[in-house]
């Protein structure tokens, strides 16, 4: 995966739909680059989680554009693949980190349900879809 400084050429449009988008630090898979806006470093687990993304847009039937499109438009579709890029990441940080399960699973939990994803969702209803993913 390609790590570029700097927004993805959809931001804009991803930003009509998600306006936290450009608050703090979010990181944007598009096809098999990772967007780094901030130009701080990145975690392995969060590369972890966007790889996940990018498997998933490569494949998706009319690719990393239809997938966004899909993503923008559905939100069970969304909430479904931010918990496959979550439980992404939960394995990465247990691997790392034998039986640290429940140690890194409410932070995690708790991103998927900030509003930068407009999920409507709890943190323990996030913590369910995190761990069916696994």
Request: net charge neutral; glycine share 6%; with cysteine.
């Amino acid at each position: 995966m390609k790590i570029v400084e700097g927004w993805p050429p959809n931001i804009d449009y991803l930003a009509e739909h998600f306006p936290k988008i450009r608050e703090g630090r979010a990181y944007i898979c598009y096809g098999d680059t990772l967007y780094n806006p901030t130009g701080l470093p990145i975690s392995d687990a969060c590369v972890a989680h966007e790889e996940a993304h990018s498997v998933r847009q490569l494949a998706y039937k009319g690719g990393p554009d239809a997938f966004v499109e899909r993503y923008i438009k559905d939100p069970s579709f969304r909430r479904d693949e931010e918990a496959i890029g979550y439980a992404a990441e939960l394995r990465y940080l247990v691997s790392r980190t034998p039986g640290g399960k429940w140690r890194f699973i409410e932070t995690l939990a708790a991103r998927m349900a900030s509003p930068l994803y407009n999920l409507s969702c709890t943190s323990r209803e996030a913590r369910t879809l995190i761990l069916t993913a696994l």
